[in-house]
């Protein structure tokens, strides 16, 4: 059965998860470090789960700035080695820390159909690519998997919320009603753009504690692919 068409002339589009496998690296980082702690008599579970609460709190006071990984994995070292009255080795907490750098130095995997579906609305949308992170390590993600060419403005942010969309909107003369966000993430882009009133896709994927977040409304579409996208705009 033919899908209805959404009336529509502006796609935000977040770019970690969304269009690139920005989760998988983290996620190979996070074994990587669990199971070096472990070698060294630390508990993975814990390791894993303090990792998340350091890293949390050095999000909400840095934001994603690219060097806040790596010191959140070394914290994370040092703290067990403390409460465990164990001596810092300085080599072994380098070696964690560059498991961090990793994350940046690897090229991310694209989101299956990625170029197919960017090249067919770039073609009738105005698409806008509103993204989290460090500039250039966000910049370097475009350049490297060619998708900034398909985005007439692109906006990397420290945090994704309300008045950051709201100066996107205002700044382009957006009308909400035709303007859709389309994102992985209830926190950074389906909440903040429900409570703006503008329309929103969420697109689930791999996700993080920091990213755990209810709706707060039904008022949205979801679906199951990047590629879905295609039968309703």
Same mark, same amino acid.
């Given at each position: 059965?033919?899908k209805?068409r959404?009336k529509?002339k502006t796609?935000i589009?977040?770019?970690?998860?969304?269009?690139?496998k920005t989760?998988?690296l983290?996620n190979?980082? /996070? =074994?990587e470090?669990?199971?070096?702690m472990e070698n060294? @008599?630390f508990?993975k =579970? =814990?390791a894993?789960?303090?990792?998340?609460?350091?890293?949390?709190n050095?999000?909400? =006071?840095?934001?994603f700035?690219?060097?806040?990984?790596?010191?959140?994995?070394g914290?994370t070292?040092?703290?067990?080695?403390?409460?465990?009255?164990?001596?810092?080795n300085?080599?072994?907490?380098?070696?964690?820390?560059?498991?961090?750098?990793?994350?940046? /130095?690897?090229?991310?995997?694209?989101?299956?159909d990625?170029y197919f579906?960017?090249?067919?609305?770039?073609?009738?949308?105005f698409l806008?690519?509103?993204t989290l992170?460090?500039p250039?390590?966000q910049?370097k993600?475009?350049?490297?998997?060619?998708?900034?060419k398909?985005?007439?403005?692109?906006y990397v942010? /420290?945090?994704k919320?309300?008045?950051?969309y709201?100066?996107?909107l205002t700044?382009?003369?957006l009308?909400k009603?035709?303007?859709?966000?389309? @994102?992985n993430?209830? /926190?950074s882009?389906?909440?903040?753009?429900?409570?703006?009133?503008?329309?929103c896709?969420?697109i689930p994927?791999?996700?993080w504690?920091?990213?755990?977040?209810?709706?707060?409304?039904?008022?949205?579409?979801q679906?199951?692919?990047l590629?879905?996208?295609?039968?309703?705009l």
């Open positions: 059965m033919q209805e959404i529509i796609i589009f977040d770019l970690d998860d969304t269009l690139i989760s998988k983290y190979q980082a /996070r =074994e470090f669990s199971l070096l060294f @008599g508990k =579970e =814990e894993l789960a303090k990792l998340d609460e350091i890293d949390i050095y999000i909400k =006071e840095y934001g700035v690219k060097e806040r990984y790596p010191l959140s994995l914290k070292y040092e703290y067990f080695c403390k409460i465990n009255g164990e001596k810092i300085p080599v072994l907490k380098k070696k964690i820390e560059d498991i961090g750098w990793q994350v940046f /130095r690897q090229v991310p995997e694209l989101i299956e990625v579906v960017l090249d067919t609305l770039s073609k009738k949308y806008i690519l509103a992170g460090d250039q390590v910049d993600k475009l350049q490297l998997t060619g998708l900034k398909y985005f007439s403005a692109v942010l /420290r945090y919320n309300v008045e950051e709201q100066n996107i700044e382009h003369k009308n009603k035709d303007t859709w966000i389309v @994102g993430s209830v /926190r882009d389906l909440n903040p753009g429900l409570k703006l009133g503008i329309n896709i969420l994927y791999l996700s504690k920091f990213e755990e977040e209810e709706p707060l409304s039904e008022n949205y579409l679906l199951d692919s590629e879905e996208l295609l039968d309703y």
